[in-house]
């Protein structure tokens, strides 16, 4: 990254640095670009280089997120555990746990879900775990979503809490759901009265 990029950058922190503050102090819809860039100490032609609006800092931060996340998995030996992965995934965004109950408060965490799903579809096979399903695309696509929507949707609950389980428990509950569903399947849903007698 260069000069230019870093201040470039360095932009688009403060932006976001801004819009985390007023996101505390008033609604999402009532939240201007004006008045991020005035909370910034930036101009509001400096927000447009980088961003479309609200929606697109919103997803920077998820991107580059996102990225960290990568960065802290690909530093892991592989392939990775069950476990380790897990543990990995929920200590990352327990670290941002602040920012994340901002954004849970204001129902905008659904944008990382979007990112992450799509990327997690396209880099499938970079992934050689034994747990990981191998199967056609349509396969791949269903049980990425599946997978990605589960695991959002939990930390979505999790961090919302002012004393959230540690990483731990968590993941004891969540593999033991696992194991249960996997006993079984058709004795499951025929339990539920999902499939016919």
């Known amino acids: 990254m260069n000069g230019k990029q870093r201040i470039a950058e360095q932009s688009r922190q403060w932006f976001w640095d801004a819009f985390l503050e007023l996101l505390q102090e008033k609604d999402y819809q009532k939240i201007t670009i004006a008045e991020i860039a005035q909370r910034a100490d930036l101009d509001r032609r400096t927000f447009y280089r980088s961003f479309h609006g609200k929606e697109g800092l919103i997803k920077w931060y998820f991107q ?5 996340y990568h960065d802290a998995l690909y530093q892991q030996a592989q392939p990775l555990s069950l476990q380790t992965g897990l543990t990995l995934f929920l200590n990352f965004w327990l670290e941002r746990r602040r920012t994340i109950q901002i954004l849970i408060q204001n129902k905008l965490t659904f944008y990382f879900l979007e990112i992450w799903t799509k990327e997690a579809i396209e880099n499938y096979h970079l992934f050689t775990e034994s747990w ?3 199967g056609s695309a349509i396969e791949i696509t269903y049980i990425e979503t599946f997978i990605t929507g589960g695991l959002w949707e939990i930390i979505n609950v999790w961090l919302a809490k ?3 389980e540690s990483p731990k428990e968590i993941i004891k509950i969540f593999t033991k759901t696992l194991q249960q569903l996997a006993l079984s399947p058709d004795e499951t849903l025929k339990k539920h009265g999902t499939l016919g007698d």
């Open 64 to 68: 580059k997120m996102l990225d960290q």
């Open 132 to 134: 990981r399903t191998s």
């Open 162 to 164: 002012d004393h959230p």
